[in-house]
């Protein structure tokens, strides 16, 4: 993993009508915390309100230009979806969102009133958003592309300054990879993530991140041949030495989803 990038105001206009808001947990994992973009000024659409902390939903709502109608996901894990029931019981907004799957890190408590395909869109006076399925971090991880502005909301899958933890069973390597270039072909003009600030070179970015899973999952590859037996928290130390062992627990999770990818691939005996 590398660092965030620099710090982000708590509260920025990214373009006309679209507006990020920070909210109040930094962290390791989540870098200066988690970004909630509010779209419109008449009627508003809030994206990934985050955990479930009252006084950044209480922001939300006064920061809002018009009135809240509609709260979107990326996905449930819980620096992102928990909020959702407090801000859906102020302001009575349509949710909407893929379901939690199963397992560890899901917020069960998500509940859509609509769930959206990829393909689906919200279609407003002031703009359209349209959800983009793109599994790997989570199964069910949507993308939200902004018409107008050509800009891709991109939640955990590409993020500012930090490669992202796949985690199995949920996470998958191999669907990470696919919708990576999928976001690649899309040809945005820019990439709006759940942690960091607006990534404006998405299709240099994309390549490295898939140059650089590439390149981990060769030194996945190689210790598998060469200490055949060795489970995935074993190898870490092989494949991860230039980690800072602190976080080699996140790393395992990784590896772990590399040595499936591999063995689906059928690259080891």
């Known amino acids: 993993m590398s660092g965030f990038g620099p710090e982000l105001p708590e509260f920025a ?10 909210a109040p947990n930094p962290s390791m994992m989540t870098g200066p915390g988690t970004n909630t973009y509010l779209f419109g000024d008449e009627e508003v659409a809030v ?25 979107l996901v990326t996905h449930t894990h819980p620096d992102h979806s928990p909020g959702v029931r407090l801000l859906a019981k102020e302001t009575s907004a349509e949710v909407l969102g893929m379901p ?6 899901q917020d069960q408590t998500f509940r859509p009133d609509r769930i959206l395909a990829d393909g689906d869109a919200l279609q407003t006076d002031e703009f359209r958003l349209t959800a983009v399925h793109t599994p790997g971090h989570a199964s069910n991880h949507l993308c939200y592309r902004h018409a107008a502005h050509n800009l891709l909301f991109t939640g955990d899958h590409i993020i500012d300054g930090s490669t992202v933890v796949i985690d199995p069973p949920d996470g998958n390597m191999q669907h990470y990879l696919e919708s990576l270039r999928r976001c690649k072909a899309l040809d945005c003009a820019a990439l709006a993530p759940g942690h960091g600030g607006v990534i404006h070179d998405p299709g240099r970015l994309i390549d490295w991140i898939i140059e650089h ?5 060769a030194k996945v590859l190689a210790a598998m041949r060469e200490h055949p037996g060795l489970s995935a928290s074993e190898l870490v130390p092989h494949v991860y030495r230039d980690v800072d062992p602190g976080l080699y627990g996140w790393a395992e999770r990784s590896l772990l989803a590399h040595m499936q990818k591999i063995e689906d691939e059928g690259l080891v005996p």
């Open 100 to 105: 939690a799957p199963a397992g560890r890190h």
């Open 13 to 22: 206009e990214i373009e006309t009508g679209i507006r990020r808001l920070l």
């Open 213 to 217: 899973r590439l390149q981990r999952e």
């Open 47 to 71: 994206l990934d309100p985050g955990p479930a902390l009252p006084a950044h939903i209480d922001n939300i709502v006064a920061r809002a230009p018009g009135r809240i109608r509609w709260i």
